[in-house]
């Protein structure tokens, strides 16, 4: 778990360099752990200066407000996930 959560970091870092100000960086993972998730998200912003989160909407059932981004729960058979927005605002 720990080298892929580092992997994931790294990869996350990386993509953050391709935004723009005033562009959004999409943070998707295929797990419910939180290694993966919201501990994730809230290190990226912790040390990536300029980003701040995006506010995901609940949808009954589906999504799982988390303090940072969203799990999309095990539904019909599928895999759950978590989900964070963020924003580059400089």
Do not use: I, K, N
Request: charged share 15%; net charge positive.
């Amino acid at each position: 778990m720990a080298r892929l959560a580092r992997l994931q970091a790294g990869m996350l870092r990386a993509a953050a360099r391709a935004v723009r100000p005033g562009g959004t960086l999409l943070y998707a993972v295929c797990s419910l752990t939180p290694e993966e998730g919201v501990l994730q998200a809230e290190a990226f912003l912790r040390h990536e200066a300029g980003f701040a989160p995006v506010p995901m909407a609940a949808a009954p059932g589906v999504l799982s407000p988390a303090a940072v981004g969203a799990y999309v729960l095990p539904v019909g058979g599928l895999d759950g996930f978590y989900l964070a927005l963020f924003e580059r605002r400089a």
